[in-house]
């Protein structure tokens, strides 16, 4: 994250309809993409001021289009609803012109509220598959045509892999016999995944990055509030929003976790989560409903090979502390790939019994 002084971030917030006062700023470094502020007046926390990271998301304009059309429809009484704060030009965002260009916006802040990387509580889990499916069922009246993809092919199966294969081609030998096992590991599930299909299912406008800290949640009661970082928001099936939530829910380790032991598929949270999916009533097809063990396994699996494509082409995507870094990621998100897999016939058992009757 880039340093900005209290000064520079005031001046950027006079941009925006705000009271115009002496604001103070609080870093957050959570997210891996996006500098991020929590903004204070005095010591009320009342906005969130974020730098949009333009070079990943290309389509600012689109991405902002998006989240707006999105927070028209994020309200509910079991969905606390974020507002963003126009700029004074009245648009959604503002681009300053100094040097290079950079996209700013700001959105209010949810006071009380708290996120979780990870959790062994039950309670947790359930409400964070209530908010996901009332995220979903609250957007299923969007029209998706008016939502662009900020990240085009996100997570299309067949350009990973043609990215993993353009690595291997490339690859220095000492990389690809470091990384054998896990290239022997992709290469077993991208068969494996070969058979499944997406058609015939419904395309919906979903978040594509439902990973646990991407919800909030009430610090005092652990009641789910509402999904944050809206920026991957697209068309796309419910089975990816499904397979991200499982694979940092049920597992209680971190993604990057190098003792594969501590990796869990916990069944108790499993079933929880399923649970919060229900409570809201129906709304997932039964072709969707029979897809959700495949997102299980697609989401990790996804996740991970971009990780090894990463590691083999130099780290030059992901952030990275030391050199095995992306492939240490990956063997954590292979190794809960392999759990799904193994208990792929549970879940299927699980999901018709919780939601085929819903």
């Known amino acids: 994250m880039k340093t900005y002084s209290n ?65 028209e429809y994020l309200h509910d009484t079991e969905y606390r609803a974020i507002t963003l704060v126009k700029a004074r030009t009245g648009e959604s965002y503002y681009s300053q012109q100094n040097g290079e260009s950079t996209f700013w916006r700001v959105m209010t802040y949810i006071d009380g509220s708290t996120a979780y990387n990870t959790t062994e509580n039950q309670k947790v889990a359930f409400e964070a598959g209530k908010i996901i499916a009332k995220f979903n069922i609250l957007l299923q009246a969007a029209n998706t045509e008016d ?15 043609n990215q993993f294969e353009a690595a291997l081609q490339t690859a220095p030998d000492e990389k690809l016999d470091i990384a054998k096992g896990a290239v022997k590991f992709a290469n077993e599930v991208l068969k494996k995944l070969s058979a499944f299909t997406l058609s015939n299912l419904p395309v919906r406008v979903c978040h594509n990055d439902t990973k646990l800290n991407n919800i909030l949640f009430s610090k005092d009661t652990k009641k789910a509030l509402c999904l944050i970082d809206l920026d991957t928001l697209m068309r796309g099936y419910f089975l990816y929003d499904f397979g991200d939530a499982v694979r940092t829910i049920v597992n209680t380790a971190p993604e990057d976790e190098k003792e594969h032991e501590k990796i869990t598929f916990d069944k108790n949270l499993f079933e929880a989560f399923v649970d919060g999916l229900g409570a809201n009533g129906p709304f997932l097809s039964p072709k969707e409903i029979d897809t959700l063990p495949w997102g299980a396994v697609l ?3 996804l996740h991970g090979i971009r990780a090894l494509t990463d590691y083999l082409n130099g780290n030059i995507y992901y952030k990275v502390a030391y050199e095995n870094q992306n492939l240490d990621r990956c063997l954590s998100l292979f190794d809960f790939t392999q759990k799904a897999l193994n208990n792929f016939n549970y879940m299927e058992e699980v999901i018709w019994e919780k939601l085929g009757d819903v």
């Open 299 to 301: 989401m990790p699996f």
């Open 7 to 71: 000064n520079e971030l005031n001046r950027l917030l006079v941009n925006f309809d705000v009271a115009e006062k002496k604001y103070s700023f609080t870093p957050l470094t959570d997210g891996f993409i996006n500098d991020t502020f929590l903004v204070f007046d005095d010591n009320d926390p009342l906005f969130i001021l974020q730098r949009i990271n333009h070079k990943v998301f290309t389509d600012v304009e689109g991405l902002m289009n998006n989240v707006r059309r999105a927070f």
């Open 147 to 161: 939502y662009v993809d900020t990240i085009p092919r996100f997570h299309d199966l067949e350009l990973r892999a």
